[in-house]
Antibody, heavy 127, light 115 residues
């Protein structure tokens, strides 16, 4: 049974760097069948895609966050990590890790949607 | 970016009645090469992560009750709950996965309540 467990510091100071990890159990992040994505949700607001990682070597980021975001994986721990630098109050949110299923082909593009989500990690930004 | 706009923002429906949520994309999410609409619907109950209900605009996920259905093509889509149950109270989001390279965008959400 697939489980995604996000974890992180909870509280980050403005201008500092946020680090979050997502431990995947019941599935392998090395699978060629999936992407692994990060999505955030400010309190009481909607969903914003942050970025996605494919073990085959591709990483995609939301252009609005691209200069501050990095997603990496540790296959030995079966985990996906998110780094967000220079945080501000606008980065306070519930951060979700999610598996993406679908396919890619030159004729049909990157057809991946989010089929399973973790419970999320709440991040507060305050000095 | 493809902008997803849902209507209404909130909706109150009586138990057993039909609920309809609309989603409009700023450009078509229909891929001509395979005739598929790259659109998903999610349900988010209070205090829970989103749950995938429907992919490809109309394909219901395993375990999702058949009172949930998705329809539409191109830029206009609809999520219909045929007979509202109390457990369907949630916020519903549409999302496009058409863009290559990936730039996924969600609608702003529609809050569904019991009248």
């Amino acid at each position: 049974q697939l489980q995604l467990q996000e974890s992180g510091p909870g509280l980050v100071k403005p201008s500092e760097t946020l680090f979050l990890t997502c431990i995947v159990s019941g599935g392998s992040i090395s699978s060629s069948s999936y992407y692994w994505g990060w999505i955030r949700q400010p309190p009481g607001k909607g969903l914003e895609w942050i970025g996605s990682f494919y073990y085959g070597g591709s990483t995609y980021y939301n252009p609005s966050l691209k200069s501050r975001v990095a997603i990496s994986v540790d296959t030995s721990k079966n985990q996906v990590s998110l780094k967000l630098s220079s945080v501000t109050a606008a980065d306070a949110a519930l951060y979700y890790c999610a598996r993406q299923v679908g396919w890619y082909s030159s004729s049909s593009g990157h057809a991946y949607y989010f089929d399973f989500w973790g419970q999320g990690a709440l991040v507060t930004v305050s000095s | 970016d493809i902008v997803m706009t849902q209507s209404p923002d909130s909706l109150a429906v009586s138990l057993g009645e039909r609920a309809t949520i609309n989603c409009k994309s700023s450009q078509s999410v229909l891929y001509s090469s395979n005739n598929k609409n790259y659109l998903a619907w999610y349900q988010q109950k209070p205090g829970q992560p989103p749950k995938l209900l429907i992919s490809w605009a109309s394909t219901r996920e395993s375990g999702v009750p058949d009172r949930f259905s998705g329809s539409g093509s191109g830029t206009d889509f609809t999520l219909t709950i045929s007979s509202l149950q109390a457990e369907d109270v949630a916020v519903y989001y549409c999302q496009q996965y058409y863009t290559t390279p990936p730039m996924y965008t969600f609608g702003q959400g529609t809050k569904l309540e019991i009248k």
